[in-house]
């Protein structure tokens, strides 16, 4: 496998930080809208 020329530039992995880049706060209120469709609290 090719190594990078500069291998400090560049400590982590990619594809992990993009999945962290969400906005959590809009992540938060999907999953309460979504939770409260499904559940029956009356």
Sequence with gaps: MPKQDDYKSYNGNHL?????KYNQEEQRKEQERLLSVITDEK
């Excluded at 992990?16 to 962290?20: A, K, P, Q, S, T």
């Design 16 to 20: 992990v930080d993009d999945e962290l």
